[in-house]
């Protein structure tokens, strides 16, 4: 019977004499290697800033005035000039938008200009690189004249003449003109809300060419009487030909670029105005 014990406890000995537990995966896992490790003991060079912009001091301009969106881009007539790109055989016949305009000519921006008739000819006077088309407009459609003879302005019909045209490389007859020195002018309509393309001036240098989203041409004339969608007060303002005609493209040359406002029911246009650098 005494050796029953000593059984016992060479069993209790066996029992409690296991195998070692196998290592935990995490122990056996390989080490990952310190996050510093992972960047270069070089410096890191960095690639070339883009170069400068050709456009040089034109850019976009986005703002709201009197509840109205301009967007347009501004530039100096010191670096930039606009000249018309017209289409003698009528809308659409060379391009079909300001931005198949634009790019035929390597054009920073492009807008459309005047107005036409259901037959597709000017209703106005217009100049391109000197030669003709078009003829005197006298309704309020033709009340202004954007031209170009070296130094480009804004007038009244009533204070252009047509010597005044002939010495013009670039002509616009358009109107109604919205601004005229500084002061908003009378007579708008204030009933048919539309978007409007338009070029603005400050009487010296600095221009303006873009379009509004839908309004009356006389809360446009208020509005832009306030305010400027650009950094200075607008001198005079000429009213260009929108609703389904406003077409307005921006390359990304310009600062805050590239812009493409043209409606999907738009129509070919008559002719446009182009920005390009002297």
Same mark, same amino acid.
């Given at each position: 019977?005494?050796?029953l014990p000593i059984?016992?406890?060479?069993?209790?000995?066996?029992?409690?004499?296991?195998?070692?537990?196998?290592a935990p995966v995490a122990r056996i896992a390989k080490p990952v290697a310190p996050v510093t490790l992972a960047f270069p003991t070089q410096p890191v060079s960095q690639p070339p800033p883009p170069p400068a912009s050709p456009s040089g001091n034109a850019e976009v301009t986005r703002r709201q005035i009197a509840g109205i969106t301009f967007e347009g881009v501004a530039f100096d007539s010191r670096r930039h000039r606009l000249i018309v790109a017209d289409q003698p055989g009528g809308p659409g016949s060379r391009w079909p938008d300001a931005a198949s305009a634009g790019r035929?000519?390597?054009?920073?921006?492009?807008?459309?200009?005047?107005?036409?008739?259901?037959?597709?000819?000017?209703?106005?006077? $217009? !100049?391109? &690189?000197? /030669?003709?088309? +078009?003829?005197?407009?006298?309704?309020?459609?033709?009340?202004?004249?954007?031209?170009?003879?070296?130094?480009?302005?804004?007038?009244?019909?009533?204070?252009?003449?047509?010597?005044?045209?002939?010495?013009?490389?670039e002509?616009?007859?358009?109107?109604?003109?919205?601004?005229?020195?500084?002061?908003?002018?009378?007579?708008?309509?204030?009933?048919?809300?539309?978007?409007?393309?338009?070029?603005?001036?400050?009487?010296?240098?600095?221009?303006?060419?873009?379009?509004?989203?839908?309004?009356?041409?006389?809360?446009?004339?208020?509005?832009?009487?306030?305010?400027?969608?650009?950094?200075?007060? $607008? !001198?005079? &303002?000429? /009213?260009?030909? +929108?609703?389904?005609?406003?077409?307005l493209w921006i390359s990304n040359s310009i600062s805050g670029g590239p812009v493409v406002r043209r409606s999907a029911w738009n129509r070919p246009v008559r002719n446009f105005l182009l920005l390009v650098e002297k």
């Open positions: 019977m005494r050796r059984l016992f406890i060479f069993l209790g000995l066996a029992s409690c004499s296991t195998q070692p537990e196998p035929s000519r390597d054009a920073l921006a492009a807008i459309n200009a005047g107005f036409f008739t259901p037959e597709g000819a000017p209703l106005g006077l $217009v !100049r391109s &690189a000197g /030669n003709t088309t +078009g003829a005197w407009n006298r309704s309020s459609l033709g009340s202004g004249f954007w031209h170009d003879s070296g130094n480009p302005a804004i007038h009244r019909r009533g204070n252009f003449t047509a010597t005044d045209a002939k010495t013009a490389t002509l616009i007859q358009a109107g109604p003109l919205l601004i005229e020195n500084g002061q908003t002018v009378s007579g708008l309509d204030d009933v048919k809300p539309s978007v409007r393309s338009m070029i603005l001036w400050d009487g010296g240098t600095r221009w303006w060419i873009g379009r509004s989203g839908p309004c009356t041409l006389s809360a446009l004339s208020n509005a832009l009487a306030s305010a400027s969608p650009t950094n200075w007060p $607008v !001198r005079h &303002a000429l /009213n260009l030909d +929108g609703g389904r005609s406003s077409d």
